[in-house]
């Protein structure tokens, strides 16, 4: 029964192949452009959830300053007041997982007959972990490599094949700002920032070293900024409470008087990008799902005409002992075939679509299974959905007007 | 033995704006299981009508239509379709074949509808096929053959059910006189043979003279019952 309805479907749908191809085009296009939205949306998705990974996750800035001078208020940072000390005593609270301080400079670094502008970040090594880095080569420095302020460094990518090319950086003794330095490791690749910096043009030594040898700093001890990750998401406002209280009290402030320094939430910045990237995603398919639903339509058009066509069919089909429910699955069978076919080359389309997006615009995309899915059984649900109103219609028929009909 | 359709009292009338317009006043008739029945009359005189009605394609307004021992009235559209399969094979005027599909197919189709599997259905149709005469056409299609082999192909659909009744409306009205008479004497042919049970529509004298008993219509009214030879046409 099911087979000899399928094999009349595809018949009926032959006679008049360019009808159908037309009607199919309206469902190649709609599910072609679900798809390859899909994929760039997801792709966009991915994009900002690597980037938030690659920064590490549950993440905190502590920034010095801001202070008032004479009634001039300064920038953040304007004014050194975080040490290593305290970056030290946050490191000790309980919804800290780990806490660097960072003293951040750029320099010239040299080694053989190349050189090169980077940014060295004077640091502890906790800050690999609050970054979520790690070491492709070598290993990192020291606790105690911090407590003695030796001369080592731990070289980002870009930097290692700036300098270095492909030779293997590690032990070698490379010069920054003229005094030398041991590279002990090599950190792993970390590509782009969210706002487009390169990560892994940057270098890392001691914390002391940068501050005693290096860049020097105004007063003793201080700090930049200090990076902090809390325990988990669910400890942030905790670790935000008890960092400003330890802070203030370390800090000698009064109660009511205006902080030193300032406490951000850097995850909640990312979270945001990544906001706006569902928003955008979700714009996506919205737009390429209303030509979904324009192919849809194209289908109940054309099975309209066809039940009007094919009336007298219909007629003959009843009196020789169809029940309305033959005659309805019959167009049903057909709204779906052209559906499902029509949803395969959209797919077809929408990968080709998307894998052409990749090559030659350097999108990035993500294609699941899930999506695949998904848009199979919309494109199914579309034929079901604007095939019935058209089969229905010729099921009702009364079966006289329909034999009667020329 | 009990007749196979029994009509009492049957009334039809159509609506339209003018308000209702009677197209059937009261008919009352029965026929035995394999009569060869004419029915005749002018234009408008109800025949078609009531050919509607006998084949279930159409209800009364009024009145009582048993079916092979079945009231019509009280069944359902889907009790309906199965009583067309089973029951009646249908011959048209217009040969009403399937134009894209095979002359096996269109023969197999009420057994498609009557959930019979595919090998069976192909074996029947080409065994129907044989008994009119057109085994070799069981691949072509309808347009690649003549009217009147059409018309048989017709009537081997309409007979691949095994049905007790046939019911042809002019199944000989775009057939040529020669061609005619060989579809006249195919049913004849079946009535006698098979015994199935034949009522056909026609305004020829001359093809109602195939049948055995002879029912006129005019304006809605049966105004003839009776031998085929001692009516007056």
Known sequence: MTVQMLIEAWRAMGANRLRTFLTMLGMVIGVGAVVLMLAIGQGAQYSVSQSISSMGSNLFIILSGSSTSGGLRMGLGATPTLTVADAQALSELPEMSAVAPVVPGVAQVVYGSNNWSTQVFGTTPAYLTVRNWTIAQGYPFADSDVRSATRVAMIGQTVAQNLF????????????????????????????????????????????????????????????????????????????????????????IREGADSDFTVRNLTALVNTAAQATRVMSILLGAIASISLLVGGIGIMNIMLVSVTERTREIGIRVAIGARQRDILMQFLMEAIIISIVGCTAGVVLGVGGAAAANHFADITVVITGASILQAFMVAACVGIFFGFYPARKAARLKPIEALRYQ | MDPIIRIEGLHKEYETDAGPVPVLKGIDLSIDPGEFVAIMGPSGSGKSTFMNILGCLDVPTRGKYILNGRDVGTLNSDQLAHLRNEVIGFVFQGFNLLPRANLEDNVSLPLVYGDVQKSGRIARANDMLEKVGLAKYARSLPNQISGGQQQRVAIARALVNRPKLILADEPTGNLDTRTSGEIMALFRQLNESDGITVVLVTHEPDIATYAKRLVKFLDGSLIYDGEVSEART
């Open chain 1, 165 to 252: 090319g492909n030779e293997d950086p590690v032990n070698k003794t490379i010069r920054i700002k003229q005094s030398p330095y041991l590279v002990v490791g090599l950190l792993s690749a970390k590509g782009q920032s969210l706002d487009g910096r390169d990560q892994d043009d940057t270098i890392l030594i001691p914390v002391t070293t940068a501050q005693r040898k290096l860049f020097g700093t105004q007063f003793q001890g201080t700090v930049r900024f200090i990076m902090a990750q809390a325990v988990s998401a669910q400890m942030m406002p905790a670790a935000e409470r008890e960092m400003n209280a330890l802070l203030r009290q370390r800090h000698h």
